[in-house]
């Protein structure tokens, strides 16, 4: 749909304007004036009471009622769209840009009903874990699903230690503090990732320096963490720890990263929020470091609601983690304390909910890469979109379907404007950390000295939906909104 297809002016015949209305698929045309402003919608039944109304000379759409038309502008929001869809009984609004052109028309039942990024999708085997729960009383932040839960989760992405934790952040928090982390320390972390990636070393007081992507993962570059490393051990100040994010539901390049890592012994920490049931040459993304960690936010593929875990095969970091997740109480038969603690453990109800969604695992991560691989195929020779690629060797869950956009003729910014009034929830990629004003003036090693990559999938990089509820017309309607771009 374009609006220019179904723009009229007063010089129309009643035969163009039907053929306005039709071309438009909504059942209506938008009359315009000489410099092309709006002056009202036109629809079926206004040009069907032209014809009873006039002789047949007279039927002009000059003869059409004056009504006042509704309308929106390009600034005003969904919540305000609607109200006055509804207010007015009608089921589409003509935008308007500040010079009172018509540039989209906004559709009600579109908005009524959004595609969102990535919603979380409840089966049917947690709520059983969670009547357990409570049947049996243990409510508090341990119990059986909190074991069972760790136990199924080391089993499934195949390491000897799991902890179950409040959140993803706890998760990486404690990862520091296990690795003595501590001020005037360094710690490397990706650049392109959420925030939470590198918050925790920031709550250590250390000081992080961020690593740029490279183009065949979009994570860690290999390149510039080799030149970062060797520029640091110059300095005679060798990093704590590597974070390295896997990102999107793809693991970065692990056997490069890890040998790096290994030359200089400096341990790595794996952020696999986002990449459960990823794996890298057979091996699940989140168990090549020494530690790794996981998210069950509500967008993640599984969720707890909200909840984390913190993985690795050496019991005495995990022991270490597990104590200061629990306020640090010593072995003492009163309260005993000589070390600072955290409350940071889920709940046995949570862990509920958590075993329920782990059984469906693999599903979910066949549907996202079947809502990806239809994505791709509908846009299949189309100049549009550049991919996140997946290289051999990679499995990815494809959590979420990201693309570079490769036509200069359309930003991010344009398509979340358009898209948003299409009631489609459209992300941007993460903007890199070394760009965000909390981080200001922290050291940055680009992929190489003409290439900032995590910049360039900034500028041009976006998320579609691939959430699990999606149906497929929902996943038409977002081809629908690219097909209209792409013309
Ligand atoms: C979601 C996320 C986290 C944080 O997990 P929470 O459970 O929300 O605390 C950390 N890193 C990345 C890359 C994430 O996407």
């Known amino acids: 749909m374009r609006i ?83 207010e007015n009984d009608i089921q589409h609004l003509p935008i ?7 540039v989209d028309v906004v559709l009600r039942k579109n908005i009524e ?63 520091m503090i296990a690795l003595n982390v501590g ?7 990706s650049s392109l990732t959420f925030v939470a990636s590198a918050n925790p070393i920031l709550y250590q007081g250390a000081t992080p320096v961020f690593i740029d992507s490279e183009p065949e993962t979009w994570n860690m570059s290999p390149p510039a963490l080799a030149r970062a490393l060797e520029k640091y051990e110059k300095l005679g100040k060798k990093p704590k720890a590597v974070v390295i994010v896997n990102l999107y539901g793809q693991s970065a390049n692990m056997n490069e990263l890890m040998a790096i890592c290994d030359t200089y012994g400096v341990p790595v920490i794996e952020d696999a929020a986002e990449s459960l049931g990823a794996t890298y040459k057979g091996q699940s993304s989140g168990t ?4 790794g960690i996981y998210s069950f936010n509500g967008n993640k593929i599984i969720t707890t609601s909200g909840g984390g875990m913190l993985v690795s095969d050496d019991k005495k970091l995990i022991d270490h983690a597990r104590f200061l997740s629990t306020q640090a109480k010593d072995p003492a038969n009163y309260y005993l304390h000589t070390q600072i603690g955290y409350n940071y453990r889920m709940s046995n109800i949570l862990a509920g909910v958590g075993r329920g969604q782990l059984m469906v695992l693999d599903e979910r991560v066949k549907t996202r890469r079947k809502i990806f691989q239809m994505y791709q195929e509908a846009f299949n020779g189309s100049d549009l979109f550049e991919w996140m690629p997946e290289p051999e060797g990679y499995y990815s869950t ?19 404007n358009l898209s948003t009034r299409r009631g489609i929830e459209i992300r941007r990629i993460w903007k890199p950390l070394h760009t965000q004003p909390l981080f200001q003036g922290v050291n940055y090693f680009s992929h190489d000295e003409t290439l900032s990559f995590s910049d360039h999938v900034f500028e041009r990089g976006i998320c579609l939906p691939s959430g699990l509820n999606m149906t497929i017309t929902d996943i038409k309607r977002v081809i629908e909104l690219f097909s209209g771009i792409l013309h």
């Open 288 to 291: 090549f470091g020494c530690l």
């Open 113 to 175: 009903s959004p595609i969102f990024l990535s919603s979380p999708h409840i089966g049917d085997n947690e709520i059983q874990f969670v009547n357990e729960a409570f049947d049996t009383n243990w409510i508090a932040p341990l119990g059986p699903n909190v074991e069972m839960f760790e136990k199924e989760f080391a089993e499934k992405v195949g390491c000897k230690y799991a902890l179950s934790l409040s959140s993803g952040t706890a998760a990486l928090h404690l990862a």
């Open 96 to 102: 308007l840009n500040s010079e009172l052109r018509p």
């Open 398 to 416: 494809r959590w979420l379907t990201c693309a570079l956009l490769k036509t200069k003729n359309i930003s991010p910014d344009q398509i979340l």
């Open 183 to 189: 001020r005037d320390d360094i710690v490397f972390c």
């Open 4 to 86: 220019n297809d179904f723009l009229i002016t007063y010089d129309n015949s009643l035969l163009e304007v039907l053929e306005a209305i039709d071309r438009s698929g909504m059942g209506l045309a938008i009359l315009v004036d000489a410099e092309g402003k709006f002056i009202r919608t036109v629809t079926d039944g206004d040009v069907r009471r032209l014809m009873i109304n006039y002789p047949e000379k007279e039927n002009n759409l000059q003869k059409l009622q004056e009504i006042k038309s509704i309308y929106a502008t390009e600034n005003e929001n969904n919540l305000s769209l609607i109200t006055k869809m509804k």
